[in-house]
């Protein structure tokens, strides 16, 4: 799958910073400009210089942390240890979200049948809590936290204790009766401690994995026995319990579609000559992947500013320093593989595979828990599961991943490996990053840990160097081993099929060994721009392509997605400044809206249209005249704003020109940022144009109504009821190719909590109850921000708003903002400006037991 290196195809493709594209609107040829040369790889061969260590816990029997809450609700913590410091982080983030965390921390503990009965949906008959509990006990997250908390380094202990600590003492203060509304009063809201905590971290770190499979795992039965829990007590009444609904279909690394965007701007492009950033990750807007934003502070130890997902106790995920700064993005990175075991033939319960010929038996482990049948009571079910040299043991019905005889005859057992189970470096990984002084630290802590876990990181230093590198998690196989397993061809096909990585299981060759170091790693070091938007490392910075690593990593050669060619583009368009960008410049490129499927195409499908006139084309409705759904297009300014009339319609027709993509040119890897391209010239293209007015009317929405009268956000009440306040959204989707994503999250949000979901139609998102787009996922935590000689300048906007308590009141103001008009407010990073902007302070202590 490597490709030869070819630097030198891509000599004039990227980074503008000659010229700007005055008049060039829609003119989609990424603009001519002669890169500087490949940065060389620095001497990392000398020892680092040692950084002073860390005050760590409190050492004085009282845990103490001033909060200074600034506009929009941002807490910024101050302390003497780190210790005290997540003490201040676990008190603010839960004032802010404590039901979040209560949810995640009672689901990763196995405890969500005990409090909210089998289902979830509650009432659905899918009896998912039951398999989740049971899954989450199988792949051992509770015995790894408990196993492995005594070896943690003293800074993770630390984060742990004081954020479990300060969690508590807001749940003390306020009482479980006055918190948010939707989990006030309910007994699963408890006092949490320092493991499970831990035990949350370790389920976090399997959301990219593992924890896709626990459906997977609680069918996984030898072949002939019986899946289902079975009461401890056979007198247990049982009836209320059904789980002949159970659906099990091929799990999805990524379910929710994690995606984003991230720019780290070096001195070559940056017109202060020093480092600049773009963080711009695309998340749900509800449930458990919700950013929260913060500062933190040890006074002459440690200071940063930025945002962390749920529950990350006291580090910051996406955000600066006084030196550095980073964000991530969602990799094409396989954290976890499977195995396939070969059976041995001579045991009958299929429970024994081979090892380089020779049996291995495989081993169980019982597992029980307590389900809610209502009424006030309860039922303990038990249950077994299997495990092998190469993970634990899975199966999916009406697939390949079976137990027993596959479709080819062969006696196999399918186990999965996930690197990241467990994973005690995450914090001490995020921790290391935060603390470092510049690029070459910030290098070293994925030197030093695994702990990102399923993240692309860039990086970016006040000197204007920037870094990239693939920090995932990702099992470490040998060369060896991946060689054979390419030229396996029965699994390949399965491999392809699945969607993830399916490799032998039959030889401890395939065995993985830990996590694969750094140095098999994609990394990059530049002083133009790193950038990705979720395509592979491969085009990272187009003039230096990445493509000598294992192919766990992801493809190379690839066609890359409308939005990481826009965003290519963009960077090739060049800033304000001779070329070069300003804080502002990147800050208008994140918000602009635009389409690169509109630049690409609408001329010439105006062109077409034009052609056409009044004669019908053949529509799903039968044959139409098109030129209403022209005449829109000729109006619309090519963005996705909310005053765009033909917004709606382009994002209808690019939904339907993406089944069937009708281009001149074909993609060609040798020139990957202009290829595919260039519209067919055929009647079958205002077909598209054509089935996306019906669409539309038959909805009964008018063609040429501004995106901004049906993309909407709107609240859920606490039931999971439409709040009626619908609130105008500007932004793009990734069908039309935006950059600025938002769209519906109609799956899981990791939760227990009903919240509003409306339908979609078939093909589109489009809903017909909602009338238009109803938008819960997208650009969430955002920010852009350089480094000046005064020190670092931000601006950035949580979109979904600090809190999710309808009571608070950073509920919805940040989303209010954003609605007024895509925006985003200052950072504030200076002790002088976060005083002159604190409206509430609180200096919070207590005794450390």
């Known amino acids: 799958m490597n490709l030869p290196k070819t630097s030198r195809i891509y000599q004039g493709m990227i980074l503008a910073g000659a010229v700007a594209l005055a008049g060039c609107e829609f003119d989609n040829e990424v603009p001519e400009y002669q890169a500087p040369p490949a940065t060389e790889e620095p001497d990392y061969s000398s020892p680092l210089p040692e950084q002073e260590p860390l005050s760590t816990f409190d050492e004085d029997g009282q845990l103490q ?21 997540a003490f201040g982080v676990g008190y603010a983030f839960a004032q802010d979200n404590i039901c979040i965390l209560a949810d995640q921390i009672v689901k990763f503990n196995s405890q969500r049948s005990m409090f909210f009965g089998p289902d979830n949906p509650i009432g659905s008959g899918n009896s998912q809590n039951v398999i989740d509990d049971f899954g989450f006990l199988a792949l051992g997250i509770r015995d790894n936290a408990e196993q492995g908390f005594a070896n943690l380094s003293d800074e993770s202990k630390a984060l742990l204790q004081g954020y479990a600590a300060g969690y508590n003492r807001y749940l003390n203060d306020t009482g479980v009766a006055n918190i948010d509304p939707q989990c ?13 905590m831990l035990t949350y971290a370790q389920g976090v770190a399997l959301l990219p994995g593992a924890s896709n499979f626990t459906g997977a795992v609680f069918v996984a039965a030898p072949p002939g026995q019986d899946y289902t829990p079975q009461p401890v007590m056979p007198a247990q009444e049982t009836a209320s319990l059904d789980f002949s609904k159970v659906s099990v279909h091929m799990p999805e690394p990524n379910p929710t579609e994690m995606g984003s965007n991230g720019w780290a701007i070096g001195r070559d492009l940056s017109a202060t000559g020093q480092g600049m950033l773009l963080a711009n990750p695309h998340f749900p807007h509800t449930g458990n992947q919700r950013f929260w934003q913060f500062g933190i502070e040890i006074p002459g130890e440690l200071k940063v500013a930025g945002g962390s997902l749920s529950g990350m106790p006291g580090v910051v995920n996406i955000g600066f320093n006084e030196n550095v700064a980073w964000t991530h993005t969602f990799s094409t990175a396989n954290r976890f593989v499977v195995h396939q075991l070969e059976l041995d033939p001579e045991d009958e319960t299929g429970t024994t595979y081979l090892v380089d010929g020779e049996p291995v038996e495989m081993t169980t482990k019982t597992h029980q828990i307590q389900v809610n049948v209502g009424g006030g009571q309860s039922i303990t079910l038990q249950k077994t599961s ?5 993970g634990t043991i899975i199966k999916v019905p009406n697939s390949p991943l079976t137990w027993g005889v596959d479709d080819f005859g062969k006696d196999v057992a399918y186990a999965i490996y996930d690197a990241n189970l467990p994973n005690y470096e995450i914090l001490d990984h995020w921790l290391a990053m935060n603390r470092s002084r510049n690029i070459e630290e910030y290098r070293q802590s994925f030197i030093d840990y695994t702990g990102t876990v399923f993240n692309n990181a860039m990086s970016v230093d006040d000197d204007g160097d920037a870094f990239f590198t693939d920090g995932s998690s990702v099992p470490n196989i040998s060369e060896e081993a991946l060689a054979a397993w390419q030229q396996n061809t029965l699994l390949q096909g399965i491999s392809q099929s699945a969607g993830f990585p399916v490799m032998p299981g039959n030889s401890a060759l395939f065995k993985a060994d830990g996590k694969m170091p750094f140095s098999r790693a ?7 721009f790193v950038q990705n938007s979720n395509d592979s490392f491969w085009l990272t910075n187009p003039e230096q392509p990445i493509d000598d690593v294992a192919p766990l990593w992801g493809p190379v050669g690839n066609e890359q997605s409308w939005r990481s060619r826009l965003g290519q583009k ?7 400044a001779d070329g070069k960008f ?32 009044e004669q019908p084309v053949a529509t799903v ?22 005053d765009s009339v033909g917004a709606m319609l382009f994002r209808e027709f690019a939904t339907e020109f993406n089944r069937d993509p009708k281009w001149q040119v074909d993609f060609d890897p040798t020139d990957p940022l202009n290829t595919p391209r260039d519209l067919v010239n055929n009647v079958s293209v205002l077909t598209d144009l054509g089935n996306a007015m019906v669409r539309i009317q038959s909805l009964g929405l008018d063609i040429d109504a501004p995106l901004g009268e049906v993309q909407f956000v709107e609240r859920a009440l606490p039931d999971g009821q439409p709040s009626g306040q619908r609130l105008p959204w500007g932004g793009a989707n990734n069908i039309e190719g935006g950059f600025n994503v938002f769209r519906a999250n109609t799956g899981s949000d990791g939760t227990i909590y009903p919240r509003l979901i409306y339908p979609q139609v078939d093909g589109s998102n489009l809903t017909e109850a909602g009338l238009g787009y109803h938008i819960s996922y997208g650009s969430s935590w955002m920010f852009t921000m350089e480094f000046t000689e005064q020190g670092p300048s931000a601006q950035g906007l949580l979109s979904y708003s600090q809190s999710r308590n309808v009571l608070s009141d950073h509920y919805i103001d940040q989303t209010l903002l954003y609605s007024q008009q895509p925006q985003l407010r200052s950072i504030w990073f200076n002790n002088s ?6 409206v509430r302070q609180l200096s919070l202590s207590q005794d450390n037991e």
């Not at 300003?582 to 052609?611: G, H, P, W």
């Open 65 to 85: 942390a001033d909060i200074a809450w600034t506009t929009y609700g941002v807490p910024y913590i101050t302390a003497d240890n780190l210790e005290s410091m």
């Open 621 to 642: 409705a039968g044959n139409q005249s098109i030129k209403p759904a022209c005449d829109t297009l000729a109006q619309w300014d090519g963005t996705m704003n909310k």
């Open 386 to 390: 299997y495990h092998s040299d190469f």
């Open 833 to 838: 400006d976060i005083e002159a902007n604190t």
């Open 522 to 528: 994609p990394s990059l070091l530049r002083t133009d």
């Open 570 to 576: 963009m960077l090739a368009e060049g800033g304000s």
């Open 184 to 196: 006030a009063g309910q007994p699963f809201v408890r006092e949490i401690t320092p493991i499970d």
């Open 582 to 613: 300003t804080r502002e410049d990147i800050a208008e490129k994140l918000l602009s809206n635009r389409s690169y499927l509109a630049e690409a195409v609408l001329d010439d499908l105006l062109s077409l249209c034009s052609r056409q006139g």
